[in-house]
């Protein structure tokens, strides 16, 4: 069995030693190092990466509750600008019948008070008017002229027959 | 069967240019030659591969990587935080084993891992190793470490005398694990290699098929035996700090 022949174990553990060493030195000092860099900075990139996006996260759910907040606040708002303007609105609505009903009741006193003074007036005119239609029928139809006192007192006088 | 054929004749050392030193027979062999070739796998494989140093990995660099993290996990699940000082010399180990037993896989190539001097020399260095870590962390309190507590005083006797025994044959059930394994398969393919030429006609085709399905298996051996060997050590390297 070769293993157990002597002859060549110093050789063989002169070499093992030569390279084992080589070895352990240059990967202690050469290849461990660049693999640990580069674990490490990969391992530094994905936390910051986590960290901007939780970072991110928190400020897309900040803007949220501010949205949601100021949509509240402007739909309160609108609902009382509604409520007070429709109130308003009703208010004037009223105001405004009110005057308009106002206006009508004292339109229509005018207006009857006026019919009232024309009626006076038409008739306070109309024995004159009478008179003189009297007066011209008489002249022209019957060539009799009469003065117009005569004539107004056989006005009164039918008058009180008629009534 | 003649000398030439034999199956353990793949184990024998040649030396490839005699040196002499004090006296020493130093001569570069055929076993250097592939710790040599290891080594170079190694370190060029790990250099170049890591070169780019990119946050993005090629394929290459993945591989490097993932064999970093699994000896960094190796370590720190046995070990704990104490272990990050060591895994210079793990990952070491672990790489030196499994590509030395990788290359000796490759057809007429010298498996120095096949030898029991090579592996008992790395496994003492281990013990050695450990050895002086513990004393260094628990000074003389570390001979209680062949101390059983909770077991009956009269027990003593027979158990510190084992303790102590199978401490100190670490080195050896650790160097014969991997030396038996791989001397057993490379043997193991030889012989099925003979039949191959020895057999009749095509019959050969069975053993041949053997011998593949064997290649597989010794790979896988080539790797579970660097990772038994790199695990002990994180172990024993455990023990050192950990008493009981």
Redesign the interface.
């Known amino acids: 069995m070769p293993q157990l022949n002597p002859e060549f174990f110093v050789s063989q553990l002169f070499w093992l030693a030569v390279f084992f060493s080589f070895l352990f030195i240059f990967l202690w000092r050469v290849s461990l190092p660049r693999i640990s860099t580069v674990l490490e900075k990969r391992q530094n990139k994905i936390d910051e990466n986590l960290a901007t996006a939780k970072e991110l996260q928190e400020q897309a759910q900040k803007i949220e509750l501010s949205i949601n907040e100021k949509i509240n606040k402007a739909k309160q708002e609108t609902d009382n600008l509604i409520k007070i303007s429709s109130e308003k609105l009703q208010e004037n609505i009223l105001n405004e019948l009110n005057l308009l009903d106002k206006e009508l009741d004292e339109k229509i006193i005018i207006s009857e008070k006026e019919i009232n003074n024309n009626k006076e007036n038409q008739m306070k005119n109309i024995n004159s008017e009478i008179a003189n239609i009297t007066k011209m029928t008489l002249e022209k139809i019957a060539n009799i002229k009469i003065s117009t006192e005569d004539l107004n007192n056989a006005i009164e006088t039918t008058k009180g027959n008629l009534n | 069967m003649a000398a030439k054929d034999s199956p ?1 004749k793949q ?3 040649d ?1 490839i240019s005699n040196i002499e ?1 004090g006296g ?6 055929n ?2 030659f592939a ?2 070739i ?2 170079l796998v ?2 060029l494989f ?2 170049l591969t ?1 070169n780019t ?3 993005i ?1 090629t394929r290459m ?1 993945l591989i ?2 993932l064999m ?2 699994f000896i960094a996990q190796l370590l720190s699940d046995t070990v704990g935080d104490n272990g990050k000082k060591y ?3 793990v ?2 180990l672990f ?2 084993v499994l590509i030395g037993n990788m290359v000796g896989m490759i057809p007429y190539q010298f498996t ?1 891992t ?5 592996t008992f ?2 496994a003492s260095v281990v013990f050695i190793g450990v050895t002086i870590l513990g004393f260094i962390n628990h000074g003389i309190k570390f001979f209680t470490f062949f101390y059983i507590p909770g077991v009956p005083f009269y027990m003593h006797p027979l158990l510190i005398p084992i303790e102590v025994i199978s401490y100190l044959s670490r080195p050896i059930s650790l160097s014969v694990r991997l ?1 038996a394994n791989m ?1 057993a398969g490379h043997t193991l393919l030889k012989v099925f290699a003979g039949f191959v030429v020895s057999m009749p006609f095509f019959t050969g085709v069975f053993p041949l098929a053997f011998i593949v399905a064997l290649t597989g298996l010794e790979i896988l051996i080539a790797f579970l035996q660097a990772y038994v060997f790199a695990i002990l050590t994180c172990l024993y390297i455990n023990d050192a700090y950990h008493l009981h």
């Open positions: 353990l184990f024998e050392i030396p030193l020493y027979n130093i001569s570069f062999t076993s250097s710790m040599l290891t080594v190694i370190t790990l250099t890591v140093r990119s946050i990995p660099q490097s990587e970093y993290n895994f210079p010399f990952f070491s790489m030196f120095f096949s030898h029991i001097i090579v020399a790395l030396f001397l």
